[in-house]
């Protein structure tokens, strides 16, 4: 009996998500990824440079980088204070700058200078964490692996009562994965982020113009705008 109540409840909130995603859809009609690049290195490079920093501030540093840096090699052998002048306007230029040289140096000396394939193979390296090996997966060679959650999964995640947490991003990215199909992953973080930015903002959302209102349970909103 309680098994039955489990899957009906969940069958239930399936149905939801998906309706939240196909009205999202129709609202982000024009959504993409975020970030600028034209190759799995120049992405590698970019996604370590973006953590806990805007999108907008990455995609202005990258270009010069991008031109001054070509391979792997490039990155490993480029003098560290000089690359830390590279991306100054980046948070962390000094951490970020040693993890993206020691990172291309084992990108160099163990994988041909490619960024591999693979999540085991993308989190020993460092600077990338879980979320940032399925953002690579996802978007460099479009293998759906997992779900990457940011601050805007994370949170609009609870606030819709899909996850339990808006505070752990593991524990919300295995709920997360449980409950939407896998067909919306590659998409679902990009329209968690329009919205999140449009409507739903950290820490009082617009939910007085927001057409999810209705239907969203709006788990820990304390003030509303």
């Not at 020993?124 to 996802?138: D, F, Q, S």
């Not at 295995?174 to 998409?187: A, C, S």
Request: include cysteine; proline fraction near 5%; aromatic fraction near 10%.
């Amino acid at each position: 009996m309680k098994r039955d109540i489990y899957y009906f409840c969940y069958e239930l909130l399936m149905a939801s998500a998906k309706e939240v995603i196909s009205i999202l859809k129709k609202n982000y009609p024009d959504i993409k990824y975020y970030l600028n690049f034209k190759t799995p290195l120049e992405l590698f490079v970019a996604a370590i440079l973006s953590a806990q920093v805007r999108d907008e501030v990455v995609n202005a540093t990258t270009p010069n980088l991008f031109k001054k840096y070509r391979t792997a090699k490039d990155y490993m052998d480029a003098d560290l204070n000089e690359l830390v002048k590279d991306i100054k306007n980046i948070s962390f230029a000094g951490n970020k700058a040693k993890y993206i040289k020691e990172a291309c140096r084992i990108l160099a000396e163990k994988y041909d200078g490619k960024v591999p394939d693979k999540v085991e193979e993308l989190t020993e390296l460092p600077g990338i964490g879980r979320k940032t090996a399925n953002v690579i997966m996802i978007n460099a060679f479009n293998k759906i692996t997992g779900i990457p959650v940011d601050v805007h999964v994370l949170r609009l995640g609870y606030r819709l009562g899909w996850t339990t947490t808006d505070k752990n991003a593991d524990r919300s990215a295995t709920e997360l994965e449980g409950l939407i199909p896998k067909e919306y992953w590659k998409e679902f973080p990009w329209l968690m982020k329009a919205h999140g930015r449009a409507i739903c903002k950290a820490p009082e959302p617009y939910c007085s113009r927001c057409f999810l209102s209705s239907i969203c349970p709006k788990n820990g909103v304390k003030r509303q705008l």
